[in-house]
């Protein structure tokens, strides 16, 4: 099977961008195969780009290099580098968008790459995308191994990362992730449902409290819930999800990423 690369950006496809790295890619490596994971990233938007990755990446086959550049901080001291799990590989800037990567991966290298003449020539200060990180992917997908492009490195930036907490009857998260269909993705996961509700519990026995609001119950699918009425899920991802069938659940309640949101139990 070819090398695989992926892309995440906040690039968009209306500019060059997109098309400039790949082309890159393909200079240096014609036989690799390239997927767009997005390129629909908020502009800027590290932790929405870590969210998009960390959702993605584990359904590729290992070995597969994760292109991810979301870089605010582009032509500053901030490092390009490569990551390294027990099944993939990550390139991108040092600015804490592989931070769920790092939370959730059991071996970890981190590699910052200083080995320029892998760079394309005279690489400018505002793109590093394409003179930078395309070339460093198109190189490792050929076979160059991590350590050449730099030192091991155990100083990279994490971001913090939120946790749901366990409280009397309940579980308190927070907001991680909105979708394009406005659908509110938290942080608690079914597990920790199941651990507090216990085996075969009813899962009509419960309560989302956000915004003010009290959703009850959890639903098996969006089409089971009344239009116009917020409703929760477990979602495909396995974590706690709040809809509004055929709307916008954002627009409806209002949320922005980060708000709190409590499940509870009801006695």
């Known amino acids: 099977m070819p090398p695989l690369i992926t892309l995440t950006t906040d690039f968009g496809a209306r500019d060059s961008f997109t098309g400039s790295m790949k082309g890159v890619i393909f200079k240096i490596n014609p036989q690799v195969q390239i997927v767009d994971i997005s390129n629909e990233i908020t502009p800027q938007d590290i932790w929405e780009a870590g969210y998009v990755l960390k959702s993605a990446y584990s359904h590729f086959p290992k070995g597969t290099i994760h292109l991810a550049v979301v870089d605010p901080g582009v032509g500053s001291g901030r490092r390009p580098i490569i990551v390294v799990t027990e099944g993939y590989y990550f390139v991108g800037p040092d600015n804490g968008l592989f931070s769920l990567v790092y939370q959730e991966a059991e071996r970890i290298r981190v590699h910052h790459i200083t ?21 460093v992917a198109g190189w490792l997908a050929k076979g160059i191994a991590s350590g050449n492009f730099g030192d091991e490195i155990t100083d990279y930036v994490k971001l913090n990362v939120p946790a749901p907490s366990i409280v009397e009857k309940g579980i308190e998260g927070h907001v991680v992730h909105i979708d394009r269909f406005g659908n ?84």
């Open 115 to 135: 080995a320029s003449h892998y760079f394309l020539p005279n690489p400018g200060p505002t793109f590093h995308g394409r003179d930078v990180f395309a070339p």
């Open 184 to 267: 509110i993705i938290t942080d608690i996961t079914f597990k920790e449902i199941q651990q507090l509700l216990g085996e075969g519990s009813n899962l009509d026995a419960s309560s989302v409290i956000i915004a003010g609001k009290e959703i009850k119950g959890l639903k098996k699918y969006y089409a089971e819930s009344t239009l116009g009425t917020p409703g929760a899920i477990i979602n495909s991802s396995g974590v706690l999800e709040i809809f509004l069938y055929k709307q916008s659940a954002r627009t409806n309640l209002s949320i922005k990423r980060g708000e709190a949101v409590r499940f509870t139990i009801i006695r």
